[in-house]
């Protein structure tokens, strides 16, 4: 009987990992284009102005944007820890230097090792990349910071389900109108259910590549 608990303990765990595959571990870390503003009001440093604004900006394309609003309120230290709660989880194949530095803790010699191994076809490989300069624990930290974009037409239920904010009916239409043909075929589908603002949002998780 423990050995069929033990076995079934491990299968839970790889599923768990494989739906993780692609978009990073981000539960812990709030997004700007998804919080509520209750959530946003418990963030440090942001005053009821500064979550009008993250409000009335949404959606932004990544925390460099962000970053813009604060900045004329908040200090770099202040907004370093703001991004400790609140992220858009960056892209890692096309993030600009820029947008990695404003991850809390980086530095220049990390921001190049993200971008060295470029590209990424799975989290599995940015642990196993970054596991090379820093321990498991720093590369847990740094992972829900980031996702590697889904194959649209590879992708599984699992793989979708790990998007910010999929709905399980989205989940269910990315995956009915695969295969698509090019990224406009996307918007076009998935523009049916949703504003031109919320496909946006969707497809900067998502690559034909």
């Known amino acids: 009987m423990d050995r069929?608990?033990?076995?079934?303990?491990?299968?839970?765990?790889?599923?768990?990992?494989?739906a993780q595959a692609q978009v990073g571990?981000?539960?812990?870390?709030?997004?700007?284009?998804?919080?509520?503003?209750?959530?946003?009001a418990g963030v440090a440093h942001l005053d009821e102005g500064l979550v009008a604004g993250i409000v009335e900006g949404r959606p932004f394309a990544s925390t460099l944007e962000v970053d813009a609003l604060l900045s004329g309120s908040l200090s770099d230290e202040q907004r370093a820890e703001v991004y400790a709660e609140l992220f858009i989880p960056l892209n890692l194949n096309t993030a600009s230097g820029d947008e990695i530095m404003l991850i809390p803790g980086m530095n220049n010699r990390m921001t190049h090792e993200f971008e060295e191994y470029r590209p990424y076809t799975s989290l599995d490989q940015f642990r196993q990349e970054i596991g090379k300069y820093v321990d498991d624990a720093e590369v847990a930290r740094l992972e829900q910071y980031v996702f590697a974009p889904l194959n649209l037409n590879s992708a599984t239920r699992d793989d979708f389900a790990t998007v910010p904010g999929?709905?399980?009916?989205?989940?269910?239409?990315?995956?009915?109108?695969?295969?698509?043909?090019?990224?406009?075929?996307?918007?076009?589908?998935?523009?049916?259910?949703?504003?031109?603002?919320?496909?946006?949002?969707?497809?900067?998780y998502m690559t034909l590549d």
């Not at 069929?4 to 494989?18: E, M, P, Y």
């Not at 571990?25 to 946003?40: F, H």
């Open 25 to 40: 571990n981000n539960d812990s870390i709030l997004n700007p284009n998804l919080a509520e503003e209750g959530e946003l």
């Open 166 to 204: 999929a709905s399980n009916r989205m989940v269910r239409e990315f995956l009915e109108y695969q295969p698509y043909s090019d990224m406009d075929h996307f918007r076009r589908e998935i523009g049916k259910y949703v504003d031109e603002n919320e496909v946006a949002r969707f497809e900067r």
């Open 4 to 18: 069929i608990k033990a076995a079934l303990f491990l299968a839970t765990c790889l599923c768990w990992s494989l």
